[in-house]
Every structure is written in C-alpha cells, then in structure tokens.
C-alpha cells in the first residue's frame, strides 16, 4: 500500500532561523496538501498543491511539489514561536481516494 | 453545523466496556475519515468512507472497532471490550470530494481507559 513518510521526525529550531521539512510518498500522488497541529490542537489545512514542480507560498511558509509528484517539502524562514506545532502532509494516491497522512515533523522553537 | 462536530469531547470508560463515539461530518461531505492519535504521535488512518462506497475497513486495529455511516452524513465508531492501548484521541474528518479538496478535523473525542 501507499507510505507517506516524513523528515526529520523532529526539528528544534532557534527562533530566527530557517528550517526545511520534507515529505515522500512509495506512490505518485494526485496533490499533496499540509497540515499544522498546534499543541493540543486538531490538524488545520494549510495548503493543496496540485502541479508537477509547483511552489506556493504562504508568508514565511514555502511549498513545493516534486516533479514527480512524489514528493513534496515546506520550508520555513525567520521561524517564530507560532511556527511550533507538528506538520503533516498528505495526500491521495493518483489511482485512489483516500487521504494518507505522514508521521508528521514536529516543530519546536528556542527563543 | 458550522464544522466537523464529534462528540463527546471526552470518555473515561472502564476497561471492557464498549463506547461510542459519534461524528457529524459538514453537511455535503461525501468522505469522511476517522483517524486514532496517540499522545506525541502521528495520525493512524482506521476507516475511510466515500459515499455509497464500501468503507475502506483496512486501517481498523482488530474486530473490536468498528463503524458505520448512516445515510451518508453521521458516523459512529465502536470499540468493544475497550483495553488500555484503545486510549488515545479519536479524530474525524471530512471532506467534499474523492479528490483535489482539503479535509476539515473535528475536534477530537480523547478517550481514557482506565
């Protein structure tokens, strides 16, 4: 079956700095989208992408997805304390439905 | 509703007991997922419903879960004879299409198992 995985499981990063998570899929998948949890929270939609090669950007937060459509990573400059919580992505494999989520990164930031 | 809305919010039953956990998914979502988080983990993918489809049961840890979704908008997963490692928060999620649409979360039943 279809495995999402994520890197790195964890990432401590110093307030200021950039930090990249990335996402990789055992299948081509028909779009990737993101997800943040916030401690104690449920996973919020962030963004869909849709397009081999494609890059959005939200703020501080960029997005691309993988030529191939396999995979996927979000990058995040100057992180904040608003920034902690843990990323998911997820996404449905191009000969089914059903939304697979990776394990998720966890973001912690030092002030 | 305005949301995915599950219910309750909370459940401490004893061990062996059954318990039910309800969710009703935004109206006119035509999936509907339910996923189990354990404290510090990831999402674990139990059963995923789309339309009149046959759910896809392939995630549900043993035939003591279960669920169903009635008329195609609310669903309710059942554990039977809970056990200790049933205890983790239980999340439901629906979204509008097969494909290409984002999933809204409910809130989460946190389920205690004492």
């Known amino acids: 079956g279809q495995q999402v995985m994520q890197i790195p499981q964890y990432q401590h990063v110093q307030e200021g700095e950039d930090f990249t998570t990335y996402c990789n899929s055992s299948t081509t998948l028909s779009n990737i989208q993101w997800y943040k949890q916030r401690p104690g929270g449920h996973p919020v939609f962030l963004i869909q992408l849709v397009k081999s090669g494609e890059v959005k950007k939200q703020k501080r937060l960029t997005f691309q997805f993988g030529e191939a459509k396999k995979n996927s990573s979000l990058h995040i400059t100057a992180t904040q304390t608003t920034d902690v919580g843990t990323y998911f992505c997820?996404?449905?494999?191009?000969?089914?439905?059903?939304?697979?989520f990776g394990a998720g990164t966890t973001v912690t930031v030092r002030a | 509703g305005a949301g995915v809305s599950q219910s309750p919010s909370n459940k401490v039953t004893e061990k062996g007991k059954d318990v039910e956990l309800r969710c009703d998914p935004i109206s006119g979502h035509t999936a509907l997922y339910w996923y189990r988080q354990s404290l510090g983990q990831g999402l674990e993918f139990l059963i995923y419903f789309q339309g009149n489809s046959a759910p896809d049961k392939s995630g549900l840890p043993s035939d003591r879960f279960s669920a169903e979704r009635t008329g195609g908008s609310v669903s309710t997963l059942t554990i039977q004879r809970t056990q200790q490692e049933d205890s983790a928060v239980y999340l439901c999620?629906?979204?509008?299409?097969?494909?290409?649409?984002?999933?809204?979360f409910g809130q989460g039943t946190r389920l205690t198992v004492v």
């Open positions: 997820a996404g449905p494999p191009g000969n089914d439905y059903k939304l697979s």
């Open positions: 999620a629906s979204s509008l299409h097969r494909r290409n649409t984002e999933a809204f």
